[in-house]
């Protein structure tokens, strides 16, 4: 068995993939991207979830990763075993192998065995491999490559079907697991019980998308997801019996012990404190890493308990300061090479940890000595629970983690009640909500102070910040008016820092009237210097009040200060592509109403730039040919290039003239009127005339093509459209196409004639199902005679009970009613194996029924000799089964079964 450092396993582990054809793909964030469903990545597929789902396309249909991965909250959640337990943590690292749509279980499992028994040269004789119970081909290919089939085990859906979480891509799933114990001990009852059988590694075979339901959809594409625990595989690489003993935890141990400047001894008396540091000092330098900040909220909150639990175990072990950051230091050497993000971002890091350590340590000694008082009146007054209530109001009032009250009443003997705390939170927050109003006065004020100070100061003018939006230009040199981060107004903002930043005047477009915000840079670059002072990336730009606009973003390099000079780019492909879309909108909505009514009437719109989503007031769905029309209408308006038009008049002006006010929308004495169409001299009005402060393209030919992709309802008498225009058009015109040549290959004729070949393929199979469906009749009825011969006599009557050779239980049926003609007064009792899975159909003559048997009753019994269940009507009954290899069983009972109901 080769002996590998956790780096070397990573490494090797990539490599061994990367040469059988898959990319190396790196981690993706712990932060999920686009994924409401998921607080934190736990998983290696997480960022391939789209690819599997169909909705999402990559360069390769192969890939390799080692993913950075949290477990502490929801179905996977760790955390309570982190520390005892030998081999659980909230941060690991996934290697996992992927195929989408590519290959399956013969090479997935191919792989695995090579990369284990061959390269790695783990001993065979401690390997078990589980597959999911109805999974014949699985425990196949694994024989076929070498494994035992009494090491070959099957398991329930408890231990072998892999889900990411309640909703998402899941399937069933094979396990490899690694025996630690004497060889002369080991058996196959220990594989999912026994700690001594360690699972290393999971192949998921993804084939179904789980919705909130419950219900199974089929993925476009079946693919393979796996994962292997880098520190699992470690230890076993490493020869030690537990995950801290390995080199991804000892050096960080190390590091503790010698801050503390404790001997072997104290660590081993502390042994699962020093381990739960550990693990969570990972844990924290990685979340910083990816952007999360402690809080109180989401993933914040994740960052902050795990921080705080670190640090609780460091004041017990006997740490009387902050030192979480020193020992994350020792993370970023172990781990850096690897995760460059970490020694890039390396002081912010260290810094946002000792700033928060710093914080709980004074929260800490008030909380401390609050909860010891309260346990010591719990005490005295024979009570062994604390309270919900009493756990909530160390929390908000004190800001003393829930967790750790938990954590330490435990330790102390006492329970606490949880639903309780959680029921006093609720209670909390419904309150908060009937004080937003007061609550977002108080959080404008800051705007409020700050616009009055630049506006006596002359930076700004009496209506604030200078707007450029409508100005045609991209980009300006400006100057950094003021700063807001966490609420308060201050002088500068460093590298790593969230910061929102306003500026005398800006080119960025901020969010309104359903087009989403400008996105860019905002930078100081002196010509004589190579690179930028410093750097902000624009995320986001609002308008918190009339005048001030603020850009949201974060520092990415450098230190930004107030008064500094200034230049601020928009991204302008991205802007395009808004702008498109926002026209776009204005000729949707003009063609609505021309095709389906005026009482057509815009109820929200999203304006991005990859889409533009539409509702709008129509009482019923959009037909097929009514969708074409108005996609037809729309394009026959961008073709003519029209130019778009702006003027500025008086809101009573506009409204007389025709434009369009949407309900609901606030607007000023002064409005901007967009319209196109004027020179249509077959209408009486512009096409379009409508109010609206965005931004525009200066011809409807600008917009490029204009493709419908969805029709659907938002609520009752509210429909939504939604569309791609311009390089999105385009690409999706493309991709139709591509998509129809592949399609027309495959049925060897022109794309032209795609469609009449596929449905003469149509025909040609239902043709050829109703002659395997006669052929199969006939061959059935051949059988019949062989089989009657098999019918034993009971008190006067035929019992028939054979297993025959059926497709489907329709067949299953005929038979019956064949061998029930033939043998007049009987029972049928017929069993056949359909996909893999035992079946049952029974017949009863109406004699025999009067009789008193019933035909359900009997296979409803017979079924449970198989774990199934089943009935039906007193002549027709049928039943399944979950084990094929009792069928026999099931079909022997039947003649005993009716000699005993027999009246």
């Given at each position: 068995?080769?002996?590998?450092?956790?780096?070397?396993?990573?490494?090797f582990?990539?490599?061994?993939?990367?040469?059988?054809?898959?990319?190396?793909?790196?981690?993706?964030?712990?932060?999920?991207?686009?994924?409401?469903t998921?607080?934190?990545?736990?998983?290696?597929?997480?960022q391939?979830k789209?690819?599997?789902?169909?909705?999402?396309?990559r360069s390769?249909k192969?890939?390799?990763?080692?993913?950075?991965?949290?477990?502490?909250?929801?179905k996977?959640?760790?955390?309570e075993?982190?520390?005892?337990?030998?081999?659980?943590?909230?941060?690991?690292?996934?290697?996992?192998?992927?195929s989408?749509?590519?290959?399956?279980?013969?090479?997935?499992?191919?792989?695995?065995?090579?990369?284990?028994?061959?390269?790695?040269?783990?001993?065979?004789?401690?390997?078990?491999?589980?597959?999911?119970?109805?999974?014949?081909?699985?425990?196949?290919?694994?024989a076929?490559?070498?494994?035992?089939?009494?090491?070959?085990?099957?398991?329930?859906?408890?231990?072998?079907?892999?889900?990411?979480?309640?909703?998402?891509?899941?399937?069933?799933?094979?396990?490899?697991?690694?025996?630690?114990?004497?060889?002369?001990?080991?058996?196959?009852?220990?594989?999912?019980?026994?700690?001594?059988?360690?699972?290393?590694?999971?192949?998921?075979?993804?084939?179904?998308?789980?919705?909130?339901?419950?219900?199974?959809?089929?993925?476009?594409?079946?693919?393979?997801?796996?994962?292997?625990?880098?520190?699992?595989?470690?230890?076993?690489?490493?020869?030690?019996?537990?995950?801290?003993?390995?080199?991804?935890?000892?050096?960080?141990m190390?590091?503790?012990?010698?801050?503390?400047g404790?001997?072997?001894?104290?660590?081993?008396?502390?042994?699962?404190?020093?381990?739960?540091?550990?693990?969570?000092?990972?844990?924290?330098?990685?979340?910083?890493?990816?952007?999360?900040?402690?809080?109180?909220e989401?993933?914040?909150?994740?960052?902050?308990?795990?921080?705080?639990?670190?640090?609780?175990?460091?004041k017990?072990?006997?740490?009387?300061?902050?030192?979480?950051?020193?020992?994350?230091?020792?993370?970023?050497?172990?781990?850096?090479?690897?995760?460059?993000?970490?020694?890039?971002?390396?002081?912010?890091?260290?810094?946002?940890?000792?700033?928060?350590?710093?914080?709980?340590?004074?929260?800490?000694?008030?909380?401390?000595?609050?909860?010891?008082?309260?346990m010591?009146r719990?005490?005295?007054?024979?009570?062994?629970?604390?309270?919900?209530?009493e756990?909530?109001?160390?929390?908000?009032?004190?800001?003393?983690?829930?967790?750790?009250?938990?954590?330490?009443?435990?330790?102390?003997?006492?329970?606490?009640?949880?639903?309780?705390?959680?029921?006093?939170?609720?209670?909390?927050?419904?309150?908060?909500?009937?004080?937003?109003?007061?609550?977002?006065?108080?959080?404008?004020?800051v705007?409020?102070?700050?616009?009055?100070?630049?506006?006596?100061?002359g930076?700004?003018?009496?209506?604030?910040?200078?707007h450029?939006?409508?100005?045609?230009?991209?980009?300006?040199?400006?100057?950094?008016?003021?700063?807001?981060?966490?609420?308060?107004?201050?002088?500068?903002?460093?590298?790593?820092?969230?910061?929102?930043?306003?500026?005398?005047?800006?080119?960025?477009?901020?969010?309104?009237?359903?087009?989403?915000?400008?996105?860019?840079?905002?930078?100081?670059w002196?010509?004589?210097?190579?690179?930028?002072?410093?750097?902000?990336?624009?995320?986001?730009?609002?308008?918190?009040?009339?005048?001030?606009?603020?850009?949201?973003?974060?520092?990415?390099?450098g230190?930004?200060t107030?008064?500094?000079?200034?230049?601020?780019?928009?991204?302008?492909?991205?802007?395009w592509?808004?702008?498109?879309?926002?026209?776009g909108?204005?000729?949707?909505?003009?063609?609505?109403r021309?095709?389906?009514?005026?009482?057509?009437?815009?109820?929200?719109?999203?304006?991005?730039?990859?889409?533009?989503r539409?509702?709008?007031?129509?009482?019923?769905?959009?037909?097929?040919?009514?969708?074409?029309?108005?996609?037809?209408?729309?394009?026959?308006?961008?073709?003519?290039?029209?130019?778009?038009n702006?003027?500025?008049?008086?809101?009573?002006?506009?409204?007389?003239?025709?434009?369009?006010?949407?309900?609901?929308?606030?607007?000023?004495?002064?409005?901007?009127?967009?319209?196109?169409?004027?020179?249509?001299?077959?209408?009486?009005?512009?096409?379009s005339?409508?109010?609206?402060?965005?931004?525009?393209?200066?011809?409807?030919?600008?917009?490029?093509?204009f493709?419908?992709?969805?029709?659907?309802?938002?609520?009752?008498?509210?429909?939504?459209?939604?569309?791609?225009?311009?390089?999105?058009?385009?690409?999706?015109?493309?991709?139709?196409?591509?998509?129809?040549?592949?399609?027309?290959a495959?049925?060897?004729?022109?794309?032209?004639?795609?469609?009449?070949?596929?449905?003469?393929?149509q025909?040609?199979?239902?043709?050829?199902q109703?002659?395997?469906?006669?052929?199969?009749?006939?061959?059935?009825?051949?059988d019949?005679?062989?089989?009657?011969?098999?019918?034993?006599?009971?008190?006067?009557?035929?019992?028939?009970?054979?297993?025959?050779?059926?497709?489907?239980v329709?067949?299953?049926?005929?038979?019956?009613?064949?061998?029930?003609?033939?043998l007049?007064?009987?029972?049928?009792?017929?069993?056949?194996?359909?996909?893999?899975?035992?079946?049952?159909?029974?017949?009863?003559?109406?004699?025999?029924?009067?009789?008193?048997?019933?035909?359900?009753?009997?296979?409803?019994?017979?079924?449970?000799?198989?774990?199934?269940?089943?009935?039906?009507?007193?002549?027709?009954?049928?039943?399944?089964?979950?084990?094929?290899?009792?069928?026999?069983?099931?079909?022997?009972?039947?003649?005993?079964?009716?000699?005993?109901?027999?009246?």
């Open positions: 068995m080769k002996r590998l450092s956790t780096n070397e396993i990573r490494q582990y990539l490599d061994f993939f990367a040469t059988r054809g898959h990319q190396i793909v790196p981690s993706s964030s712990l932060v999920p991207a686009n994924d409401p998921l607080l934190l990545t736990n998983a290696g597929m997480v391939f789209d690819v599997f789902l169909g909705v999402e396309q390769y192969r890939a390799v990763t080692a993913q950075k991965c949290m477990r502490v909250s929801g996977h959640n760790d955390l075993n982190v520390g005892p337990s030998p081999r659980h943590h909230t941060f690991f690292e996934m290697l996992g192998n992927f989408f749509g590519d290959y399956f279980k013969k090479e997935a499992i191919r792989f695995a065995w090579d990369l284990l028994l061959n390269k790695l040269e783990l001993p065979l004789e401690r390997l078990w491999f589980s597959v999911y119970m109805d999974d014949d081909e699985s425990e196949q290919l694994w076929e490559v070498g494994a035992p089939r009494e090491r070959i085990l099957r398991f329930g859906k408890k231990d072998n079907w892999w889900a990411m979480g309640e909703t998402g891509p899941c399937g069933p799933n094979s396990e490899i697991h690694y025996y630690w114990g004497d060889l002369a001990k080991q058996t196959a009852a220990g594989v999912n019980k026994n700690d001594e059988y360690l699972e290393i590694w999971n192949l998921v075979f993804m084939q179904y998308d789980q919705k909130p339901d419950g219900s199974l959809t089929p993925l476009p594409a079946p693919g393979v997801d796996t994962g292997a625990g880098l520190e699992r595989l470690a230890s076993i690489l490493q020869g030690t019996d537990n995950n801290y003993d390995t080199d991804a935890f000892m050096p960080i190390q590091r503790i012990q010698a801050l503390l404790a001997s072997d001894a104290h660590r081993r008396q502390h042994l699962y404190r020093y381990r739960a540091i550990a693990d969570h000092s990972r844990s924290c330098t990685f979340l910083v890493a990816d952007g999360v900040l402690p809080g109180n989401g993933r914040s909150y994740v960052l902050r308990m795990i921080l705080r639990r670190a640090a609780r175990f460091g017990l072990i006997g740490f009387e300061q902050p030192f979480l950051a020193r020992v994350a230091e020792t993370v970023i050497d172990e781990m850096g090479g690897h995760y460059t993000e970490l020694r890039q971002q390396r002081d912010f890091i260290l810094q946002t940890i000792h700033d928060e350590e710093e914080r709980f340590h004074r929260t800490l000694s008030t909380g401390l000595n609050l909860l010891d008082d309260l010591g719990l005490q005295s007054q024979g009570r062994r629970t604390i309270s919900g209530s756990a909530f109001h160390l929390w908000d009032t004190y800001g003393f983690p829930v967790d750790l009250t938990r954590d330490i009443a435990q330790e102390r003997g006492f329970d606490l009640d949880e639903a309780g705390f959680r029921a006093a939170l609720n209670e909390q927050k419904e309150r908060s909500r009937a004080s937003v109003v007061e609550k977002s006065a108080l959080d404008l004020s705007y409020g102070e700050l616009l009055g100070n630049l506006q006596r100061q930076i700004v003018g009496e209506n604030g910040v200078r450029l939006i409508y100005e045609n230009v991209a980009e300006t040199d400006t100057t950094v008016a003021g700063l807001v981060m966490d609420g308060q107004i201050v002088e500068e903002a460093h590298a790593g820092s969230e910061v929102e930043v306003v500026l005398s005047e800006t080119p960025f477009y901020a969010e309104s009237g359903g087009q989403v915000s400008d996105t860019g840079e905002i930078y100081y002196p010509a004589d210097m190579e690179r930028p002072v410093w750097s902000v990336q624009v995320l986001d730009t609002r308008r918190r009040i009339p005048g001030l606009i603020i850009h949201i973003g974060r520092v990415t390099s230190t930004v107030v008064g500094d000079p200034a230049h601020a780019v928009i991204d302008t492909e991205r802007r592509d808004i702008m498109r879309n926002h026209t909108t204005h000729v949707l909505h003009a063609v609505l021309e095709r389906l009514g005026t009482h057509v009437h815009q109820a929200g719109s999203l304006v991005a730039p990859d889409r533009l539409f509702d709008f007031t129509h009482p019923q769905p959009v037909s097929k040919a009514e969708l074409a029309d108005i996609e037809h209408r729309s394009n026959e308006i961008v073709l003519a290039n029209y130019p778009v702006t003027r500025w008049t008086s809101y009573e002006r506009a409204v007389a003239e025709g434009a369009m006010a949407l309900f609901g929308e606030k607007y000023g004495d002064e409005v901007r009127v967009v319209s196109f169409g004027e020179e249509d001299t077959e209408a009486d009005r512009p096409i005339m409508e109010l609206c402060g965005g931004t525009h393209v200066e011809s409807t030919a600008e917009i490029g093509g493709r419908i992709v969805s029709e659907s309802s938002v609520s009752s008498g509210v429909r939504r459209v939604e569309v791609v225009t311009g390089r999105l058009a385009e690409q999706l015109v493309e991709e139709r196409l591509a998509l129809l040549d592949r399609t027309a495959i049925l060897r004729t022109r794309p032209e004639a795609a469609d009449q070949a596929a449905q003469q393929l025909e040609q199979n239902q043709q050829l109703r002659e395997l469906a006669r052929l199969r009749q006939q061959l059935a009825q051949q019949t005679q062989s089989l009657i011969d098999r019918a034993i006599s009971v008190d006067g009557f035929s019992v028939l009970s054979v297993q025959v050779g059926a497709n489907d329709e067949t299953m049926r005929q038979m019956s009613d064949w061998f029930r003609d033939r007049g007064s009987s029972v049928v009792v017929l069993g056949a194996l359909i996909n893999a899975k035992p079946m049952l159909v029974a017949a009863v003559t109406s004699d025999l029924i009067d009789r008193g048997l019933h035909a359900g009753n009997l296979v409803r019994d017979a079924a449970k000799l198989m774990g199934g269940s089943g009935g039906g009507r007193p002549n027709m009954a049928q039943a399944g089964g979950k084990d094929a290899g009792k069928l026999a069983e099931a079909l022997e009972s039947v003649p005993g079964w009716v000699q005993q109901n027999l009246k």
